[in-house]
T-cell receptor
């Protein structure tokens, strides 16, 4: 069965420090992979996605993620974190077939940023 | 701003009652999906509608039902509410088969 694991429930970093959020997935074929961000009281905003091709993908707000098939991972990175990046981050696998699209989400990683 | 609007934003119900949540899709989107996000968890897929028919369903009981209207707006209905139904309910619209979903801000449902 398809699943997504985000090993870190809560991460705290200092403003200006680098960030890496981990994501591991279980999926039988080449996955569609996504990272979403959710601010308090808000819906989900797409940061970036991977379908095929270059394994390093760039997203909005200075985020990037690298797909590593051998490790079944899709980790999210940012070189320098800003206080406004404090939010909850969700990794997801997309099941897209025959007009049907469904996302399977991890449990999320809550990011806190110290000034 | 995704253009997906949900109403109401907050709702309090008691166990055993019924609730209807509403979603207005982004203009031009013909597919609507509903997700349940319990506290401290990631969203879970409830079901998807396309052309007013259910197009896929997650592991939710039949008391969770939905509708999609000709203008592509949608409703999520939950009967016989249970305490565990307390959650944020998210609606997402998209084009059929497209990989990108546009999420609304959600309806926070509390069941007492």
């Amino acid at each position: 069965a398809q699943s997504v694991t985000q090993p870190d429930i809560h991460i705290t970093v200092s403003e200006g420090a680098s960030l890496e959020l981990r994501c591991n997935y279980s999926y039988g074929a080449t996955p569609y992979l996504f990272w979403y961000v959710q601010s308090p009281g808000q819906g989900l905003q797409l940061l970036l996605k991977y379908f095929s091709g270059d394994t390093l993908v760039q997203g909005i707000k200075g985020f990037e993620a690298e797909f590593k098939r051998s490790q079944s991972s899709f980790n999210l990175r940012k070189p320098s974190v800003h206080w406004s990046d404090a939010a909850e981050y969700f990794c997801a696998v997309g099941l897209i077939s025959g007009g049907y699209n469904k996302l399977i989400f991890g449990a999320g990683t809550r990011l806190a940023v110290h000034p | 701003e995704t253009g997906v609007t949900q109403s109401p934003t907050h709702l309090i119900k008691t166990r055993g009652q019924q609730v209807t949540l509403r979603c207005s899709s982004q203009s031009g989107h013909n597919t609507v999906s509903w997700y349940q996000q319990a506290l401290g968890q990631g969203p879970q897929f409830i079901f998807q509608y396309y052309r007013e028919e259910e197009n896929g369903r997650g592991n939710f009981p039949p008391r969770f039902s939905g509708l999609q209207f000709p203008n592509y707006s949608s409703e999520l209905n939950v009967n016989a509410l249970e305490l565990d139904d307390s959650a944020l309910y998210l609606c997402a619209s998209s084009l059929r088969g497209a990989e990108k979903l546009f999420f609304g801000s959600g309806t926070q449902l509390s069941v007492l």
